[in-house]
């Protein structure tokens, strides 16, 4: 069998991944975002993302750019691929594809900086972000698409969460991915009803009644609400 030879222009194309990394600040749902500091898209705001190296895994190389762009050295709580792009015109450097990855970082990650080439770093609105460099508008759309639907099959909200809270708390990181409200008294009797929570046997005290704390229930899984 002869020696299968590729095309030239298969020797061009590039591989890259780029992050949607999202976290729950001050009841909002935001999106690390970085300031690109070379060309193209000098100073336009951007996923964190780069070309992979050889011998690299996708989801190591996603790991590394998140840690090389930004001060975030944590381990993301969920961390997929989800959508793979690769336009031909989308990067103006040349015929490159991008595995988009969805990573969700612990709560209470607030302080970022920038790393690496990158001129900032900031956690900005997902729902409303600035003007995105590349065709990182359409990425990040995905990334919440992708989420929104997580939340119809899989547990991912309680991801955004500490390990105990209360069931405001929950309802308001569900708001907050979906950016609508959601009746009160429907989320917790049908949230309650699915067995996915389990009284943690502590109350938070504030203002009126302690707030009773709950926990992720063993094997929890979330159906659609």
């Given at each position: 069998m002869g020696t299968l030879e590729l095309p030239p222009q298969a020797m061009q194309v590039g591989l890259a991944v780029d992050v949607a990394a999202f976290a729950m600040h001050a009841?909002?749902?935001r999106v690390l975002l970085v300031q690109r500091g070379e060309l193209p898209?000098?100073?336009d705001w951007a996923?964190?993302?780069g070309f992979v190296q050889g011998g690299e895994e996708l989801h190591e190389a996603a790991l590394r750019e998140l840690r090389t762009e930004t001060t975030v050295q944590l381990e993301p709580r969920h961390l997929e691929q989800f959508?793979?792009?690769g336009e031909v015109d989308?990067?103006?450097?040349g015929r490159i594809v991008s595995v988009a990855h969805l990573a969700v970082l612990p709560h209470g990650t607030v302080r970022v900086t920038a790393g690496g080439h990158t001129l900032g770093a900031a956690w900005l609105s997902a729902h409303q972000p600035p003007p995105l460099a590349f065709d990182h508008h359409l990425i990040l759309d995905r990334a919440i698409k992708r989420l929104q639907l997580r939340l119809e099959y899989a547990n991912l909200a309680l991801e955004f969460l500490p390990d105990t809270f209360t069931l405001p708390e929950l309802q308001g990181v569900y708001e907050a991915i979906l950016d609508r409200k959601l009746d009160k008294r429907n989320?917790?009797?049908r949230l309650l009803t699915l067995g996915i929570l389990t009284p943690s046997g502590e109350r938070r005290s504030g203002v009126g009644?302690?707030?009773?704390l709950y926990k992720r229930a063993?094997?929890?899984?979330?159906?659609a609400l």
């Open positions: 009841g909002e749902l898209h000098a100073r996923l964190p993302g959508y793979t792009f989308r990067d103006p450097r989320f917790r009797k009644r302690p707030a009773q063993k094997n929890a899984r979330v159906a």
